[in-house]
T-cell receptor, first 114, second 118 residues
Framework: GDSVTQMEGPVTLSEEAFLTINCTYTATGYPSLFWYVQYPGEGLQLLLKATKADDKGSNKGFEATYRKETTSFHLEKGSVQVSDSAVYFCALSDLSGGYNKLIFGAGTRLAVHP | DAGVIQSPRHEVTEMGQEVTLRCKPISGHDYLFWYRQTMMRGLELLIYFNNNVPIDDSGMPEDRFSAKMPNASFSTLKIQPSEPRDSAVYFC?????FGDGANTGELFFGEGSRLTVL
């Protein structure tokens, strides 16, 4: 079945460092891809998305490009801030069976220090 | 617009007691999902509904767990009897099958219900 694999955390960075969180997927068909973020004590919220190959999703300085040839959707940010400390989840939409559900990766915890 | 609303936010109960978690999805959304989050197992999909009908409950861990959606604006997740290993944060999420004219699958999450079973 469809699945998502993320790099294990925690990822610890200093403020203004460059961030990459790797995400690869296996899927039949052409899923949409998502990054969700969970701040401490809160639910998940959508960070960005891409619905087809070569699309780039972007939001709040974060970017990810849907790479069909490498089945990847890596999250990047050029200069992280302390406020970016959170858990980041990669996900894909599974439309098998004609119904829509999201499959999440295990999550990657990011800690940014001043 | 109000988001997904869950109650209670926190619940502490004793083993063997019945627990009922509640969710009000975003108005107009036709999918509703229940997830469980723990440190050990991450985010697990328990069950989801489409137009109030349960579609896939294969993630429900045991018969002690049950979920209902009597109407488009309300769902419950019940655990009876509860056990300490049920301690987790339970999230409800809703979505539209069609977003911006395309099936994007974006989910909107509630803030979660933190359950502690002693």
């Amino acid at each position: 079945g469809d699945s998502v694999t993320q790099m294990e955390g925690p990822v610890t960075l200093s403020e203004e460092a460059f961030l990459t969180i790797n995400c690869t997927y296996t899927a039949t068909g052409y899923p949409s891809l998502f990054w969700y973020v969970q701040y401490p004590g809160e639910g998940l919220q959508l960070l960005l998305k891409a619905t087809k190959a070569d699309d780039k999703g972007s939001n709040k300085g974060f970017e990810a490009t849907y790479r069909k040839e490498t089945t990847s959707f890596h999250l990047e940010k050029g200069s992280v801030q302390v406020s970016d400390s959170a858990v980041y989840f990669c996900a894909l939409s599974d439309l098998s069976g004609g119904y829509n559900k999201l499959i999440f990766g295990a999550g990657t915890r990011l800690a940014v220090h001043p | 617009d109000a988001g997904v609303i869950q109650s209670p936010r926190h619940e502490v109960t004793e083993m063997g007691q019945e627990v009922t978690l509640r969710c009000k999805p975003i108005s107009g959304h036709d999918y509703l999902f229940w997830y469980r989050q723990t440190m050990m197992r991450g985010l697990e999909l328990l069950i989801y509904f489409n137009n109030n009908v349960p579609i896939d409950d294969s993630g429900m861990p045991e018969d002690r767990f049950s979920a209902k959606m009597p109407n488009a604006s309300f769902s419950t997740l019940k655990i009876q009897p509860s056990e300490p290993r049920d301690s987790a944060v339970y999230f409800c999420a809703s979505s539209l099958i069609f977003g911006d004219g395309a099936n994007t699958g974006e989910l909107f999450f509630g803030e979660g219900s933190r359950l502690t079973v002693l």
